[in-house]
């Protein structure tokens, strides 16, 4: 038994890589993207009365990892990477079946021209093709006494300090992206680190919009060293 | 662009049919189920740490439902059956792609010979194929102040009445099925008539296990009539 999906839109996000997209949504709240709907999908009636609620669900294609396959038991960065859990008792993305699922935050829908939704809080990588939207229910669907294991709250925060190099960096690149500080530091204090990593001396790189963010880690301060254009 | 899945499980349902299944999971928390894994996934492995949380999304197919396509607008019950929504603001069964997502409760892991999961608070048809399973993330996915346009709580609950016919019935299957009462009074109160029925004489009927209940709905006032084994 087999079943075949086709994508009912596309995500434009700064996120061009999976290193250093936070773990969970919400985690960067300033990372600021769109889902474009695509043909036949964007047409402002599948999206009438979407603006009354505040969150959504988006149930998306992990399409980079999906061809990667899964192995039975994962190592959570949340547990150091050494304990080992089921596939199932984790959000890898390494999955069966590479579906994600996120609760996004609802900000605009432009019915302008074709269907575009902005959207806050999310933690999706750009061109990942979504599969579903579906309105989120309280009621149903917010339960704050949930049991949840060894995900018992947010990861701790790294501090975030800004070399001079970077400082002058930021200044440039903040014209085109008026967020990028507040974003930078969002996302480098969640620790993109691989859990079994810790060396001070090594100067990490990630990819926001068409910038490499330079960064080194000690201890629990991380330093943004400099951001250049790719 | 095209993805294809394979069902990782298979849900076992006293539900063996749309009509009656309540709206939104959690709403019947007497309906207990089971989620099967299917092989490769059936390993203990694949669930190992589950246990420690109590709660876990379903990503899965409306089998039944997938082959009747979808429309752009859609009449939630909730509107009372005259406003239109667009289908991505709503849970409607018949969306471009027939996923769906229900939040259950984790009551027990079987992993004796297979996978088993014990589920309760699901609202899901016998049979229906899953596609993953990831547990529930309170700090991230418990948001009880989300804006939820018309969907702002639990629907109103109709009264639930026994004829004796029922009484005696229920006496005969409650042998078989000891929550039955129960549950055939969370799954009536729901009030599961189309929004546009208003029949006091006309006699419903819902598939429950290998049972029928017959039952009838005059103003807030629902009665059941009868048991019949199917």
Redesign the interface.
Known sequence: ????????GVIHSPYKEKFGIPR???LAPSARMTLELLAP?N?A??????A????L?L?F?FHET?ARGWR??VRPPRLGGND????????ATH???P?G?S?VELIGIDTGNGVILELAGADLLDGT?V????????????????????????PPRLSVCWSEKALADLAIHRIRHPELATLVEEILAQDPRPAYQDDPLRIYGVRLYQLDIRFRIAGDIVTTLEINAL
Chains 1, 2 share one sequence.
């Open positions: 038994m087999n079943f075949s999906f086709t994508p009912i969970q949504p919400s999908y047409h009636d599948t999206v009438r009365g979407l009354d609620f505040s969150h669900w149930q294609v999906a039975p038991l080992k859990v089921g596939v199932f008792a984790s959000r999955r069966p079946n579906l699922l609760l093709p599969l579903d939207i579906k309105p989120y229910i309280p009621f149903v669907e917010s339960r704050p006494q949930a049991r949840a294991g060894f995900i018992d709250g947010p």
